[in-house]
């Protein structure tokens, strides 16, 4: 079975300082890693993922993760967020193809991250 | 491309009575899964269909919540009778089962359910 634990329910920080927000996860088998985000009354939405390749990985809104299969993590950092980011971030898991829970997506609790100006 | 709709978005019902959500997927899209999503817990796969047929419906408490996805496009998902513990955000979401983008979901904006 797989878990993930998220290990920050909430992160306040100040407009333009870094951020990071932890992620760990637990699998017998070899993962698809995901971060989402979800705006206030919104679904969610992908940010950034990890298939293979490059361990670090990166958004398009300055976001980026790295995975690390020996601490079994993913944590997400932006090293100067804007008030915009201001949102709930989810860290989800899936099986590769192959896996007996391939595309189906265990997410963590959730890390509220606000931004304060 | 038109993304996941989903309605009502809001629901308010009493404890003991019946309520039905709809999903329509982004065309194209085979997966279509419903997740629960309670307030301060991140979202709990309920169910997910391959086309009209289930493929994973382990969680989906079967004595009071059903799924149908008849013609292998929109879905509605049915809670009868509803419980308290039943106040969540449903969310539908529609994947082209693609493995080169890790079998990518896209969600909808969800329907919030008040049981009273």
């Known amino acids: 079975a797989q878990s993930v634990t998220q290990l920050d329910s909430q992160v306040p920080v100040f407009e333009e300082a870094p951020v990071e927000l932890r992620c760990n996860y637990s699998?017998?088998?070899?993962?698809?890693l995901f971060w989402y985000v979800q705006y206030p009354n919104q679904g969610l939405q992908l940010l950034l993922k990890?298939?293979?390749?490059?361990?670090l990985v990166e958004s398009i809104n300055g976001f980026e993760a790295e995975f690390n299969k020996s601490q079994t993590s993913f944590h997400l950092r932006k090293p100067s967020v804007h008030i915009s980011d201001t949102a709930e971030y989810f860290c989800?898991?899936?099986?590769?193809?192959?896996?007996?829970?391939?595309?189906?997506?265990?997410f963590g609790q959730g890390t509220i991250l606000t931004v304060h100006p | 491309e038109a993304g996941v709709a989903q309605s009502p978005r809001y629901k308010i019902i009493e404890k003991r009575q019946s309520v039905a959500f709809w999903c329509n997927p982004i065309?194209?899209?085979?997966?279509l899964y419903w997740y629960q999503q309670i307030l301060g817990q991140g979202p709990k796969l309920l169910i997910q269909?391959?086309?009209?047929?289930?493929?994973?419906d382990s969680q989906l408490p079967k004595d009071r919540f059903s799924a149908e996805r008849l013609k292998g496009v929109d879905s509605t998902l049915k809670i009868q009778p509803a419980k308290l513990e039943d106040s969540a955000v449903y969310l539908c979401?529609?994947?082209?089962?693609?493995?080169?983008?890790?079998?990518?979901?896209?969600f909808g904006p969800g329907t919030r359910l008040t049981v009273l």
């Open positions: 989800a898991v899936s099986d590769r193809p192959g896996g007996t829970s391939y595309g189906k997506l265990t």
């Open positions: 979401a529609s994947s082209f089962r693609r493995r080169a983008d890790g079998d990518e979901q896209f």
């Open positions: 269909f391959q086309n009209n047929g289930v493929v994973d």
């Open positions: 699998s017998s088998v070899s993962v698809y």
């Open positions: 990890y298939l293979s390749g490059s361990t």
């Open positions: 065309s194209g899209h085979a997966t």
